[in-house]
């Protein structure tokens, strides 16, 4: 892992003068940031395996990469790293549900819920919004993180059988969607292990 550059800002400071954030500040004011929300899920060992993760994006066009951050004290990540194949599920706004309960530590993520498997043998859920279909190309240790970098096999968007595209699931200030100012706050996202969030 390489160091820090040696940089000294226009007021003559480094990064070593500064004060960093507290957790607890740092979650608020990254709260500020809407996100999406999907499912990463996968097959390790015979079982199915994922959590919920706010934290993902596209990287690159050629060759298609994405990425996405897993906590390294999550129990689902270590068991999707092995099974290499992986798909992240974006859920649409009504999709609630499947957040709770890939975002709970309690009870079975995937008992009695129908899903589909990848030609990949991945977790397709039921009705999501896309489903991109990815190998682990390659890991980045960021403190208690891993920083997850995909190699893009294929993407499925999902419309409604009157072709019509739905909402997507937005968090924003620990809560879902943007106009809802007095619905009720969310899992946290920064929690440990698999609770839903940042893996």
Known sequence: MSAEPA???PSGRTPSDAAAPEPAEFRKAMAEFATGVTLVTAVDAGEPVGFACQSFASVSLEPPLIL???DKRGRSWPRIRSAGYFCVNVLAEEQRDLCERFGSRHGAKFHGLH???SPWGAPVLP???LAVHAVVHDVHEAGDHDVVIGR???VERH???DGSWRRPMVFFRSRFGINEPDAPV???PWGTGDRW???
């Open 152 to 154: 893009v096999l294929d």
């Open 197 to 199: 969030g940042w893996g």
């Open 68 to 70: 996405f951050c897993a």
């Open 159 to 161: 419309q409604t059988p």
């Open 115 to 117: 899903w589909e498997t």
């Open 127 to 129: 009705d999501v919004l």
């Open 7 to 9: 940089l000294t800002a």
């Open 186 to 188: 969310a899992p946290d």
